[in-house]
């Protein structure tokens, strides 16, 4: 099979299509054929060597969400057959022809989607889910901010924190990024690059605020939380370390967390996708949530996704065809 292989930790361009073996399905797993993969952050920071894959996983080939057909099955696979179209959560090896996947992390083609816009669900909804609606404990008519409202996260959680019922909030890093992310749902976004959020959404404040940035936003954040509100990190470009004042913590019974999604175990990921599938696949059907996929490329030209992302003129997804 064809995959994009990491040939050394760089720039884009170390990307190569070169050959590999198709891999063996597992017991447990089901082997796809790969027709789109979604592209991520966490697959730049894994390029750069920065963010192994997991044991278990290819070392060199990136990507964490795919949507294909399934060619084969393990032996104790039972929903899955050879010829069900799926999308599918991965720990890595989506940048090819062929992935294998534990079936618990695979779900259906949600109605009236296609392959290509599958594709660019699983990491965002995952992603979104757990954090915003598990750890965050997000509530109908609650206050929710989230950072980065243009991107592939953002858009995902502008769009189900809406359709479950909150004031969405949102930052953006032009007028134009700003408008789509008013389009999706979100009530108010802000320029970052010309507003200083804490005091645009300061006289109200959030009850829940996803924070991707980290660094100065840290403090920043936690000044524009209510009384017991919920600050959930998801990552931290600007900086994992800030100082923070315990008393502001617990005058205001603020609650901290975050996790990443990417080394947990199959059995936890397959509980989330069993969740998703009940809670948000009905969103994603009947129409209130958009696919947002604001380019498409070969295979072979994944250093010009990469490249793309990098530069921070996209807004929504964007996707391999394979």
Known sequence: MKAIVITSPGAPEVLQLQDRPIPLPGEGEVLVQVRAAGINRPDISQRKGNYPAPPGFSPDIPGLEIAGVVEQCGAAVRRWKPGDKVCAL?????????????????????????????????????TVWHNVFQRGRLKEGERFLV????????????????????????????????????????????????????????AEGADLILDMVGGDYIGKNLRLLRPDGRLVFINAPRGSKAEIDAFEIMSRRLTLTGSTLRARDPSFKAALAAEIEKKVWPVLETGRYKPMIFAGFPLGEASRAHALMESGGHTGKIVLEV
């Open 90 to 126: 991965l720990g890595g090896g989506g940048y090819a022809e062929y992935a294998t996947v534990p079936e618990g992390q695979c779900l259906p083609i949600p109605r009236g989607w296609s392959l290509v816009e599958a594709a660019c669900l699983p990491e965002t909804v995952f």
């Open 147 to 202: 950072h980065g409202g243009s991107g592939g996260i953002g858009t995902t959680a502008i769009q189900l924190a809406k359709a479950f019922g909150a004031i969405v909030l949102a930052t953006a890093g032009s007028e134009e990024k700003c408008a789509v992310c008013v389009s999706l749902g979100a009530d108010r976004c802000i320029n970052y690059k010309k507003e200083d959020f804490s005091e645009a959404f300061r």
